[in-house]
């Protein structure tokens, strides 16, 4: 649905150049929650803007919903855009519209008509769950209202492609689950594919179905999260479980989808071996159980028992 490949982006600044993404290649399917995660300064907010050309890529081509929107005219573009919403991080509403009017807004630019503007706005308020704020202006709403409205406004040109850019990282925790929640009833729903920017794990964890972990402006890691999961080395399986640190020697298991099956006292079982817990931990990720275990095993069958290991489909590291 949202493919950019041989992506670069070099800002111009005060005679400095910076290059913001570097060859940056990315697949989103029809349907999924595709998050990316970086720190401050990683070119998250770049790439995102590239991706409907707020920003004009230096290098690479991007395509959406199968049309090439590098290769467009400012017109061309400006319609294409009308199939891609995109959500603010601070919401970015107009102030002196009720929550109707900036949800209308772009309908107006569209040039719908008005009774089909006022069914689709009763439509999208109700979507959100803000059907009872239409008449209400932003400054009286709190930030999770204020975001429904960013969200219902997106929505307004029925796009295929939803682009949110740290959507919750201005909400405090109960209202970003909440707002978690709408985006992934509104993915399910309407089969919404979402692009979504994020510095926080809890968001990857929440919804998204595949993950880019982005560092100085490069994908370090990309896949669906149990692709990522069972990668050696990932980094998104080790920011999303931290574990102590290892000495050379101990065994690091990820699993996904095992969680329920006592591998580890089987193993001891079997192969009597010692072992030695030394850290873990569990989560709910991507809708399947997974997690990590930090473990240290002595015995004579040790090479044999996490041979097993290995052979039930969990990741084995040996820390060296
Ligand atoms: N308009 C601009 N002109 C010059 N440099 C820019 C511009 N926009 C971004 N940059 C630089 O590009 C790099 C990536 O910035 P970007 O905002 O894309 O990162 P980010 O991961 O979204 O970070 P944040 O979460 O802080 O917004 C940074 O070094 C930034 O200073």
Redesign the pocket.
Known sequence: MIDVLGLRKV???RGRE?T??ERVDLHVREGEIFGVL??????????LRCVNLLERPTEGTVTVAGQELTALGEAQLRRARQRIGMVHQHFALLSSRTVAGNVAFPLEVMGTGRAERARRVTELLELVGLADKAKAHPAQLSGGQKQRVGIARALAGNPAVLLSD?ATSALDPGTTQSILALLKRLNQELGLTILL?T?EMNVVKSICDSAAI?RD?RIEESGTIPELLAKPGSRLAAELFPLPPAEPGDITITFTGQADEPVVSQVARTFDVDINILGGALEKVAGLSAGRLRLRLSGTQRAAALTHLAERGLLVEESR
């Open positions: 800002y111009r600044d910076v913001a993404v970086g720190q401050s300064g990683a070119g998250k907010s770049t790439l740290e920017i510095h982005m402006g």
